[in-house]
């Protein structure tokens, strides 16, 4: 009988997915979220390279512990992102041992040439980068609360989950962010310097595409 993954919600996938080692299950929660992960990394990274590999070790992450997380609610989507701002936080260092685990795996199917897109991927990722020097003004969790937030449409209380913080201290972190973009915006409007809106960049690749060696290994 063929199972209805559409039909299971997170919780039911990670269960079969850590339980039984259901490499199916796994593969149903990468195709759901994989695309916000990818775009969140981006977000955090201004680099489609640095996302693609950032989006493999979140999953392999899951992936390695699965056994051992439990859900705080329906959705897997909090985790996932807090793996990522770990990842985004330690980055050479969690690149470099997860390089050494994907060199282990298949070789993963080929996919599309991308060199069409490659001058809108650079436009972006100059876009992107942009947005994250005007936001090195603020502290690094005020920065977490606008990735999860704003830009990944957490809500305050997935977000919550994600950091690992009572909901009061996301939403004061959030209406502090706020605060000082909008005092430095306001800075900037009286100078005859230029400004630059401090608006995410919305990712045009397909993150479904970021990390086939992940679907390989939960197979």
Known sequence: MTTDWTSLTDGQLWS???????GEAFGELFARHVNAVYNHCFRRTGSWAAAEDLTSVVFLEAWRKRRDVRLAGESI?????????????????????HHRLLARLPE???VPDIAEDAA?????????RRVLA?????????????ALVDWAG???????????????????RL???????????????????PVTPVTPVTPAS?????????????R
């Open 134 to 146: 005007e936001l090195r003004a603020l502290g690094e969790p005020e920065r977490e609360v606008i």
């Open 154 to 172: 957490l809500s305050y209380a997935e977000a919550a989950t994600a950091l690992g913080v009572p909901v009061g201290t996301v939403r004061s």
């Open 16 to 22: 079969r997915a850590a339980a039984e080692r259901d």
């Open 206 to 218: 397909p993150a479904s595409q970021a990390s086939p060696a992940v679907e390989e290994k939960a």
């Open 175 to 193: 209406a502090r962010a706020r605060e000082q973009l909008r005092d430095r915006v306001a800075e900037a409007a009286d100078s005859p310097a």
């Open 77 to 97: 989507l909090p985790w996932l992102l807090a793996v990522a701002n770990n990842a985004t936080r330690n980055a050479d260092r969690s690149l470099r041992r």
């Open 120 to 128: 809108s991927r650079a436009d972006e990722e100059r876009a992107m």
């Open 108 to 110: 993963p199917t080929a």
